[in-house]
């Protein structure tokens, strides 16, 4: 297939593309957010005296006002802002309205609160102590799903548990044990776009909202639920969107928002994010420490897998506590292991909250089980490609849930032998004091973490003049699935792809329904559910062309922009068929076109007391690596190459795996080497910016970064293909990690791998690389 | 977006309108205004009044015997300046190393060194190089040499109703060299500014190593980076107590740091 | 403050606040939408636009400076040669969700005429992050657009 131009080219590059950061509507009221400055207390008294009377001002909404409504996409577990108690500095407890951002920014430093501070628990381990502060107190009365189940009068939200086989009793009788213990920062999405929102009532009670969001139904479906209103009483119109990267998936400002349009009359209400609110209000990445075991045989089969997650959700469990619940059920990821024995604990703690971030889980589990198998590899002595070739998952053997793998699933073996290969495996280094070099691999794998019935619409309609308009439910957030979409179905009709319109703004009254927009699922759904509609369309073209060419339907053939029967020389534009033909007489055959298709894994299932079912509707395998240089003196640590190896089953758009695959190696690297939000002991965030909280900057990385794409069709994939958008960063933080342990011997376990910590290790693990 | 702070900003046209609005209350200088404006923004700054100077001229580049960049001068244009870059090379190296060349082409040097942060870039190009700054306040100009400059920290010499007019650099003879050293975080957490003049004598200057810049006379040094490390770090040691520790770094690790980057500059300079 | 400038080819007036920066003037006053505050702290770059040519950070220039300068976003563009440099990040996927697009167009305009090595285009286009591309099609699609616009 050859790739056609990005569909949102245009209004990108003139800078025409509009985000909800830039809409305003007459009238529109400004909200500005009143921040708790304590990290834990009972909320004795909010004054807004002061702030009402001041110009601009039009009103000032409080938490308690707003405390009858309750929302949480797995548990019921927060109100829009803090009511009664507060629990994580910077959360909203009031919010202010006036005519412009200013009056209402100062104007929220005027509403006065008073707390009667309550201790807090920052630390995750400190939250499962006995005795503990309680973040939520009323844990158990909350509504929650089924599968999330929370500990009463604890701060535990969820306690995931998998068990294949029998992990301990295997581990007293392996070869060779290792363990270790591993922890990976809290951060964010630092997309650049802030959380904002715009809400405005209709007259007839419908809500209609703008937000940048990932997932408008979803958006739609919780909004119902929180504000006990209909679907189709609210419309959600999601624009341009400056990146998500999983943190705008769900539900987030867009409730406090309606709420807050609904307090003044239904006016309509922006509420856009600072920076520094975005760190604090929008939700970041889980924070996690793991404790890892792993038996294997002398041989290097590895036998036996324990892992003990600790993920740390912040105040409200949110997505968390399904990061958590993924995070344990990839297990052993790519490698078959016959015995795995996981437990994820998702705890609450006094801190921003967390949410999903590109890689739900699977990305957290990468760092831990990739570095403890090198680990192991290396103590056993055995090539760490060959350890990992010798033990990876293949046709026939079954995930650590028991999912079977198929020849439909890809190639894992031929990943790594060209990710190893081309990073120049086994090859010699150029180590000289004090720089050296290392290269370390990691295997990926990753499917969509969604739940069983997550479905997917299209519908396509003709125009006059045989383009046509397609409707699908995902959103353009960057990642160019509209593009390949509108591919889809240009190549189908064998037509120009400026004939065809995608709907790159959302607008959930009219479009087609998709679940969300996350877990690279779009192009598998939406895909699929788009050549579905393409099928039906065509289906109802033949039937018209049988009839005006007075042959069986079987006869007719759709392509280069005609219908034509098959081996003889009649053909019609599209145009004069798809609206209906009209005869000379007058007549009409057929009516005008319209395709419809969605999309469903009917097989799926949910994961059973042991965890064990088939999560995944699709499985993307690849293998990652790195070169790396080491500055043992400063802990400096440089990605000289990057090779990804993805098998996509089919690639739709090559410029755009490309871009993705490209893009998530940098973010990749970006966050395993710098970033964390760094909070200092009473919860605060010691750099909620982006002066010190670092992404990385145009000179920090280099050209190196190769993608290759094997294409082993999916069965069940549009025209065989797989996602990318996630998988493009799960190995890539312990192919780092490897690569260093590679070059000094030196074995880190935290990430980011800073230059100071980096230095600490060297420090306490060889020294003598240090003695100058 | 987040929004400035209320203050007052005044816009005087020349130097004497600019020296009268200095007069009372809590008035902040802005030239450039970029550090201003990031340490609002920051919370770490709440002015009352902003007395912008980008009106009142001062905007030379004189070089003679010594380089003088006049208070208005950006970064940028002493970084492109090819009589600087040739004739004062550590000037248009530390400048054309302060953040991007966007703040670059609004921030000054003057600003970069007024009020020292521990991240100053320019400093230790200023201290190195037996710099002056001339002040201007009610009661006439007066200068103050580079030594005498930094009392306390992000505090410099000139009085509250003095404006700083400009700074010089003396021409130096000799090898020259400078690095920074940045983590997570987009400043540097510290700055390395060496010269070995024509007898040998080596002399290095740094921001961010402790609360104020330092300047340390170190006479001969080794130039291979074994030998420079062990004397840098010896000679460091007397500041061990005083060396910062914060957010961005550990005091233990900055020290460390300094000893190896220079150690390196001066091997570096070696070759 | 009364205030004027020239804004995109027109003569502007605002009464603005003293602490008011660029990037509120022109888009809350003017609503020209391309230049963004990811930031606004002076980081993200995203804010840049040309005083009287020079590329700035609108959230560090206060309005008031402005007074009698010449302001340009992308949107005043008129030379015919940003048509090259649209083209160019097109063809080689110099963005993705196009946030930060604007400000590296505008910024790679400043650099027509330059003949840069790759490292000097990086080394340039410091001060303007994007969190989706990796920066490596960025890097392309200028090093493209300098080389049609020599051509
Ligand atoms: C993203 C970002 C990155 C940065 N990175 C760096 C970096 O790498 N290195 C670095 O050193 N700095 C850095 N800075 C800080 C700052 O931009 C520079 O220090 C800059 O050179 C300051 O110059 P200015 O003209 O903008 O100063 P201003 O902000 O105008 O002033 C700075 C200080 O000097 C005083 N002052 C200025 N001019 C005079 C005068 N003529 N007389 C008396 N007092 C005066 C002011 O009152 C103020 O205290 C960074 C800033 C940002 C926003």
């Known amino acids: 297939m050859t790739d056609i131009e990005r569909v949102d080219a245009l209004d990108k590059v003139t800078g025409r593309a509009l985000y909800v950061y830039d809409l305003k509507f007459p009238g529109m009221l400004y909200a500005a957010l009143v921040k708790s400055t304590v990290p834990h207390g009972i909320i004795k008294k909010v004054d807004p005296s002061r702030a009402l009377a001041r110009e601009g001002v039009e009103a000032v909404i409080t938490g308690s006002q707003l405390s009858h409504v309750r929302a949480g996409i797995y548990i019921q577990d927060r109100t829009p802002m803090a009511a009664e108690k507060v629990r994580y500095l910077g959360e909203p407890v009031a919010a202010v309205l006036a005519r412009d951002l200013r009056s209402a920014r100062e104007a929220a430093e005027m509403v006065e609160v008073d707390y009667h501070e309550l201790s807090a628990v920052v630390d995750p381990r400190e939250a499962l102590r006995e005795g503990a502060p309680l973040v939520h107190e009323k844990l158990q009365e909350y509504h929650r799903y089924q599968e999330i189940k929370p500990l009463p009068n604890s701060n535990v939200a969820n306690v995931f548990r998998l068990r294949k086989g029998d992990a301990q009793s295997i581990l007293q009788r392996s070869d060779l044990v290792v363990e270790d213990t591993y922890t990976e920062a809290m951060i964010s999405h630092a997309y650049m776009e802030p959380m904002s929102v715009i809400a405005w009532w209709n007259p007839d009670g419908t809500l209609e909202l703008w937000t940048s969001a990932q997932s408008p139904f979803a958006v739609r479906n919780l909004l119902s639920k929180a504000l006990e209103l209909s679907e189709s009483r609210i419309v959600v119109h999601v624009p341009y969107v400056g990146g998500g990267f999983g943190g705008k998936a769900g539900l987030h400002l867009e409730l406090l928002v309606a709420l807050l349009s609904k307090a003044v009359g239904g006016r309509p209400v922006k509420l856009t994010l600072s920076r520094e609110d975005n760190f604090y209000v929008a939700p970041s990445k889980v924070g996690v420490s793991a404790e890892g075991k792993v038996g294997l045989s002398k041989e290097g089969k590895i036998l036996a897998l324990m892992v003990n997650y600790l993920v740390d959700a912040g105040a409200y469990a949110d997505y968390a506590v399904n990061v958590g619940k993924t995070m344990g059920y990839i297990g052993a990821g790519p490698y078959d292991v016959p015995n795995v024995w996981i437990d994820s604990t998702t705890v609450y703690t006094n801190k921003p909250f967390a949410t999903a971030f590109r890689g739900f889980g699977i990305l957290e589990a990468h760092w831990v089980v990739e570095r403890l198998l090198e680990t192991a590899s290396r103590k056993l002595g055995v090539d760490p490609v060959q350890f990992r070739l010798m033990n990876r998952l293949r046709p026939g053997s079954t995930t650590s849930t028991g999912q079977r793998i198929t020849e439909g699933s890809g190639d894992l073996a031929k990943c790594l032998q060209v990710a190893a290969d081309m990073v120049g495996w086994g090859s010699r280094k150029s180590s000289s004091h004090p720089t050296y070099v290392g290269r370390g691999v990691a295997l990926a794998m990753k499917g969509p973490s969604v739940p069983p019935y997550n479905s997917a619409q299209a519908y396509l309609k003709f125009n006059e003049d045989g383009t046509l308009d397609v409707s699908v439910g995902t959103t353009e957030i960057g990642q160019g699935t509209m593009t390949s979409i509108v591919q889809l179905v240009a190549e189908e009709f064998g037509i120009q792809p400026n004939k065809v319109r995608v709907d790159l703004v959302k607008d959930t009254s009219r479009s087609a329904y998709t679940w969300q927009t996350v877990g690279s699922r779009s192009l598998f759904y939406d895909g699929n559910a788009v050549l579905a509609a393409v099928d039906d369309a065509k289906s109802q073209i033949r039937r018209i062309a049988s009839k005006v060419f007075n042959v069986e339907e079987e006869e007719i053939s759709i392509g280069g922009g005609k219908v034509f029967v098959k081996g003889g020389s009649r053909a019609l534009d599209l145009k004069d068929v798809v609206m209906g033909y009209v005869t000379a007489n007058g007549n009409v055959i057929g009516s005008p076109v319209v395709g419809r298709g969605s999309f469903v894994v009917p097989d799926l299932t949910y994961l059973d007391s042991q965890g064990q079912g088939n999560p995944f509707p699709v499985i993307t395998f690849g293998a990652q690596s790195v070169e790396v240089e080491v500055d043992v003196l400063t802990g400096v640590v440089k990605v000289n190459k990057y090779v990804g190896v993805f098998d996509l089953g089919r690639v739709v758009n090559r410029g755009l795996a490309m871009d993705q695959l490209v893009g998530g190696a940098v973010m990749a690297i970006s966050l395993a080497l710098n970033e964390s939000i760094k909070f200092d002991e009473g919860g605060a965030i010691l750099n909620p910016n982006l002066v010190d909280y670092k992404v990385a900057e145009i000179g920090d990385v280099n050209d190196n970064l190769i993608g290759v794409f094997l294409e082993n069709p999916d069965p069940k994939g549009p025209r065989g293909a797989r996602g990318i958008g996630e998988n493009a960063l799960l190995g890539i933080p312990a192919a780092i990690g490897n690569a260093i342990y590679d070059a000094i011997g030196v074995s880190v376990r935290d990430l980011p791998i800073t230059p100071e910590r980096l230095w600490r290790e060297i420090r306490a693990q060889r020294p003598e690389l240090l003695e100058v | ?271 | 403050m009364k205030i004027k400038f020239r804004l995109n080819g027109r003569d502007v007036e605002a009464d603005v606040h003293p602490s008011e920066t660029l990037l509120e003037t022109i888009r809350d006053r003017f609503e020209i939408t391309s230049p963004k505050g990811a930031c606004t702290q002076g980081v993200c770059g995203l804010c840049v636009v040309l005083v009287d040519g020079e590329p700035l950070k609108s959230c560090l220039v206060l309005t008031p400076e402005v007074q009698d300068s010449t302001v340009t976003t992308l949107e005043g563009i008129k030379d015919e040669r940003i048509e090259t440099v649209r083209e160019s990040f097109v063809e080689k996927h110099g963005f993705q969700c196009g946030f930060c697009t604007p400000a590296f167009i505008l910024r790679t305009y400043t650099l027509l005429g330059r003949k840069l090595s790759r490292e000097e285009i990086r080394e340039e286009l410091k001060g303007t992050l994007c969190r989706c591309t990796g920066y490596k099609a960025i890097v392309d699609s200028v090093e493209e657009a300098l080389i049609k616009v020599r051509e």
């Open chain 2, 1 to 271: 977006m987040s929004l400035l702070p209320n203050f007052k900003l005044e816009l005087p046209t020349d130097l004497k309108e600019a020296i009268s609005e200095l007069a009372g209350g809590n008035v902040v200088i802005a030239a450039g205004a970029t550090r201003v404006l990031l340490m609002s923004y920051m919370h770490i700054l709440r002015p009352e009044v902003v007395v912008s100077i980008r009106r009142i001229g001062l905007r030379e580049i004189k070089v003679s015997d010594e380089l003088e960049v006049e208070a208005n001068v950006t970064l940028s244009a002493v970084a492109r300046n090819e009589r600087v870059r040739k004739e004062f090379p550590l000037v248009a190296a530390s400048a054309s190393h302060v953040a991007d060349p966007l703040v670059r082409n609004k921030a000054t040097v003057v600003g970069n060194v007024v009020n020292a942060v521990p991240y100053s870039s320019m400093v230790p190009a200023f201290l190195l190089m037996d710099g002056k700054a001339k002040v201007v306040g009610p009661s006439g100009p007066r200068e103050i040499s580079a030594k005498d400059f930094f009392v306390g920290p992000l505090e410099t010499a000139q009085r509250p109703d003095e404006l700083v007019t400009s700074l010089t650099f003396r021409r130096v003879e000799g090898e020259w060299g400078f690095t920074e050293f940045r983590t997570d975080s987009q400043l540097p957490i510290i700055n390395v500014g060496v010269l070995r003049n024509k007898k040998g004598k080596v002399r290095v200057a740094y921001t961010g190593l402790t609360a104020m810049p330092n300047l340390l006379d170190l006479g001969t040094m080794p130039s291979d980076f074994r030998g420079g490390y062990r004397e840098v770090r010896n000679i460091l040691q007397d500041l061990s107590t005083q060396v910062l520790d914060d957010l961005r770094s550990s005091a233990e690790y900055r020290l460390h740091l300094a000893s190896v980057l220079t150690a390196r500059l001066l091997e570096g300079m070696g070759r």
